[in-house]
């Protein structure tokens, strides 16, 4: 890739060292050798000691950093800083600033300072704030959040910008952003997994306990030109009208197929962008669907797996038009198609860099595992409802609930192995791991090959995959930051109970074996009260839907269903008590997710309107006339035409089943009319609304229109078609 930067054409022969991964990688970050080779060495070894431990940052160390983040900025063609941030909307915002400063005598220098580095000073009145700040009430402040290396973004057109992750918070001290209580969220689990690893004198040489992070990113790509016809996608990300394509995924011929050369072409210089960003991309594949891909890290810790997602997807989306594509985030671009996810790999280590949810070979003995995997089971049981909030959005509810991979109930697959261990458990000492043994594949040239103890689960929302769980109920588009906070904290919660339980069972000097009456004990009562989130069945089944609810587990099935949750007292005290949200905080998070949902569906009803009474009912008139004129032409001809009566007939019965619709749907988007944040009036009443009478008008009307696609004559329909999308190439 050859780059010229847009403004001076000046060659970045640090760009054109294209021919490994390995040199370029980490190239726009200020980390690692870049680092090394910039800091003196007692500044270089405190900035990495709070980037790798979490340690305190001294401030004293700042103006030496953005002297040297300014210098390396600048050689590399940045001529502004930004702090990065990641506001309630759900992407990211930044405010860039020159690194130039004209001086008095007509001259300019290239500033940037220690405190500028640290602290920024955005206006935060533009930002949904949940009611936290008035419009009139406007400070706001970012601060450096140095355990995220800063980094150099470049746009498509060679632009470089220094980017410093910061948190954002008001003037009162409140989180307005999704970060801050990310990281309150770390230091929570961190603090209570440290008690366990007390607990079984596991601790040494451990000074906190991280949370690990991996997503798998799913999208679509659609041809640039066919999407600039389309406006549903331009406004929505989705398409609000389309008939089912001739072929879908019937013959799976998709799923890790051969990347075709185009996209190839595309995931390779994502894959370079996000190389040099520090990004450690590692997976690309075919998803089910057709035009659908997949790209994947691999993990790190949630903070800067976090930062990096963001990254990814802003990456994704701007790549895609130089090769001709868009790039499709949403949950459910397609009715019928397979939609979007984004797999949630979580799991939670050492800093010494043992994987406490590894359960190892001998797993019946591996005690501290089995009190961690239990922590899990009870905090997704007695969580469930807030874990389904944690994933709620619009775009959300088409995977959610309808039926498709997830199901909106909660529930856990653990899988054989563990399982028989919970039986164990159940019924007094554990007493043996089942194995997995080998393959024989039957034919004497292929090896023999291992054999997992358990199959793998799809239609899970919360799947063990080995060593970590896999939260696959994330939308696409999602910040992960979010859910990210609700699994923390709930695990902290969990930690905590089990921590003192244990704590208080084992006495003040426990001896070994007074440990393990205390965690067999505790872990039987665990399982009896919790088993009955785990499930290891098919997720979309009927049955399941049946069992679930005699269970006891919740199933919410819509957005506005599942964010009550965030306003009953035992959510508010949760999140106090860990120091994740205040009361306050969690509210305002709560106001500004309802009034997304109901905006984001407004929308797509007013887009769906207009599409319907400025295209397709016209269309449809358009291909009435054709047919009518086919009728009496051959009337006049003195031909009898029945059958050509009888379609005109039927033509006319659609094209008057899709008025009447349209205007039902007008007629349901009258109490959201008035624009702006959710319109008037109370968004709880608004959410509940655009849930029962909104949404259900908007299918009513698709389906109508889809009836009509089917026999308006392609010249005429006036839209690309999904045949044209997404097979089509
Ligand atoms: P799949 O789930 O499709 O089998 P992988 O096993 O490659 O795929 O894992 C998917 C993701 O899980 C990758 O991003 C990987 O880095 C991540 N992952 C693996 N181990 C952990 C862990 N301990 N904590 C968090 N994420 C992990
Ligand atoms: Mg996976």
Redesign the pocket.
Known sequence: MTTANARGNRPMEWINTTNRASDIYGSHTFSGDVMLKRLPPDIHSALEKTMSRATVLDPAIANTVAQAMRDWAIEHGATHYCHWFQPLTGSTAEKHDAFLTPSSDGTAIEKFSGSQLIQGEPDASSFPSGGIRDTYEARGYTAWDATSPAFLLENTNGDVTLCIPTAFVSWTGEALDKKTPLLRSIQAVSKQAMRILRFFGSDRNVTQVIT?????QEYFLVDRELYLERLDLALCGRTVIGAAPPKGHELSDHYFGSIPDRVMAYMTEVEERLFRLGIPV??RHNEVAPGQYEI????ENANVAVDHQMLTMYVLRTTAPKHGFVCLLHEKPFAGVNGSGK?N???I?TDTGV?L??PRDETHTNMQFLVFLCAVMAAVDTRAELLRASIASAANDHRLGANEAPPAIMSIYLGSMLEDILDQLESGTPKKTMKGGSLDLGAHTLPQIPRHTSD?NRTSPFAF????F?FRAVGSSAAVAWPNTVLNTIIAESLDKIATELERKAGKSPTPAKIETAVKAVLKSLVKEHRRVCFDGDGYSEGWHKEAEKRGLPNLRSTPDALAVLRTKSAAAMFERYGVLSPRELQARAEIMVEQYVTTVAIEARTLATMLRTQILPAAMRAQSELGETVSATQAAGVECPDTELALTEFVGLASALRQATASLEKAMEPLSHRGHGGNGDPEKQAKHVREKLVPAMEAARAASDALEAVVPDDIWPLPTYAEMLLVR
Not at 296 to 299: H, L, M, S
Not at 465 to 468: A, E, L, S, V
């Open positions: 690990t992070l991996g997503c798998e590692k997976t994947a890290p691999t993990f797999h790999n979580w799991s280590s994987n949810l590894d793998r995959t080995g060593n970590k896999e």
